[in-house]
């Protein structure tokens, strides 16, 4: 069997296969509907006139409903192991995934998922769903009630065990929309090569501000330079929300990666990034960089 690769980025595109388009519409739950919403579908044969490759039908089609119910109401109850299970761990974010998830069973109770006007693609190995959602709950401060839309696109991969969700771009329905986009400051704003001593160099000074993590007591940036060196860099909280933390720069001849420095061999970029999970307004989890020029 051919394998199929799929890119699955900001937008998601899906290399032609033969396939069964089913459509889905909302009553109650997203149903398969009857096959006049169909297409038939194909599979290559081999020379003795059998397929060489299943052929996905409308069973197939409610098999991955099925398998992002079972996610949802996994989301639904909080029930992280589940999430776990229903997801492919070889997903680009998957830890970031699950982080949002825990998060939103810290913030949010009573959480329920409506979708709507639901598409599905299924291939013999992959499949596609396109949805219009709405999540409504009550916010655990107060039991304020609240709603968020969107529309999601979901990959699915069945493996040995199943369809499992492998991508997904659009609105995260499985992360808080609730959030506040973090900020990230820096002292120096930049630096002079020929000014830079060598060990222990001069300090930079890294401030994050990301009211979600108010009960967190550090968290990790990444320092960068544009040659070749990256260290880890935690942040302590000061107060709650606010984590400071800094990297010495230093000016020698090489550069040792996870060093615990940042060491500049002339001039050069410094590249600060930190990872917010949950920065609010539909958004995905974003990456805020802070740029320090070397000159």
């Known amino acids: ?154 990959l699915m991969h069945r493996g040995e065990s199943g369809w499992q969700v492998a991508g997904f771009s659009g609105d995260n329905l499985f992360a808080g929309q609730g959030g506040t986009l973090a900020q990230v400051a820096v002292t120096p704003a930049a630096f002079t090569w020929v000014a830079i001593p060598g060990f222990p160099g001069s300090p930079l000074q890294i401030t994050v501000i990301d009211p979600d993590l108010s009960n967190r007591v550090s968290l990790t940036v990444q320092a960068t330079t544009g040659q070749g060196d990256r260290e880890s860099v935690v942040l302590t909280s000061t107060t709650p929300g606010r984590f400071v933390g800094s990297v010495n720069v230093i000016n020698q001849s090489t550069f040792s990666v996870g060093s615990g420095s940042l060491e500049v061999t002339g001039p050069t970029t410094i590249y600060i990034r930190y990872l917010d999970n949950n920065p609010g307004n539909n958004r995905p989890p974003s990456t805020l960089t802070k740029i320090v020029p070397v000159r």
Do not use: C
Not at 14 to 32: C, F, S
Not at 91 to 110: K, S
């Open 1 to 154: 069997m051919n394998k199929k690769i799929v890119i699955f980025a900001i937008t998601l595109a899906l290399i032609p296969m033969t396939h069964r388009t089913v459509r889905a519409e909302e009553q109650g739950n997203a149903a398969v509907s009857p096959a006049a919403n169909t297409t038939a579908a194909t599979s290559p044969s081999k020379g003795d006139g059998t397929s060489s490759e299943p052929v996905a039908d409308l069973a197939e089609g409610h098999k991955v409903q099925q398998a992002l119910d079972q996610l949802i109401h996994a989301y639904e109850t909080g029930n992280v192991s589940l999430i776990q299970s229903s997801i492919d761990p070889t997903m680009m974010g998957y830890q970031r995934f699950l982080d949002g998830v825990r998060q939103d069973t810290i913030n949010y109770r009573q959480i329920r998922i409506h979708l709507l006007n639901t598409q599905i693609v299924v291939g013999p190995d992959v499949a596609v769903i396109q949805t219009d959602w709405e999540k409504r709950f009550l916010s655990a401060s107060g039991l304020a009630p609240g709603l968020f839309s969107g529309h999601s696109i979901f």
